[in-house]
Nanobody, 120 residues
Framework: QVQLVESGGGLVQPGGSLRLSCDAS????????MGWYRQAPGKQRELVAT???????NYADSVKGRFTISRDNAKNTVYLQMNSLKPEDTAVYYC??????????????WGQGTQVTVSS
């Protein structure tokens, strides 16, 4: 089995920063792309940022220039540095990883989510 565990969420004032972490553990053979998604109350889950195994990144327009995704392959960890946070960034943030537990196709796994609240 594979587990993804997010951490680092919390309450922050507008303009502040947070750093989210997502640790992948379990029977991992290989990890391909990893990413962060978020879901605000009453809204659909949306992509925030992704990073490939080759460190190519992609960001939602709403977070470009403010958020940075990175990964540490030795630790099976992906990070999301969030700066200049806005109230509209308030959401549950989910980690997703494309992970193979043996040689073969990758499968998508989700973490349980971490709450980020931006409010004064």
């Amino acid at each position: 089995q594979v587990q993804l565990v997010e951490s680092g969420g919390g309450l922050v004032q507008p303009g502040g920063s947070l750093r989210l972490s997502c640790d992948a553990s379990g029977s991992i053979f290989s990890i391909d792309a990893m990413g962060w998604y978020r879901q605000a109350p009453g809204k659909q889950r949306e992509l925030v940022a992704t990073i490939t195994s080759g460190d190519s990144t992609n960001y939602a327009d709403s977070v470009k220039g403010r958020f940075t995704i990175s990964r540490d392959n030795a630790k099976n960890t992906v990070y999301l540095q969030m700066n200049s946070l806005k109230p509209e960034d308030t959401a549950v943030y989910y980690c997703r990883g494309q992970i193979a537990t043996m040689p073969g196709p990758y499968k998508g796994y989700w973490g349980q989510g971490t709450q980020v609240t931006v409010s004064s």
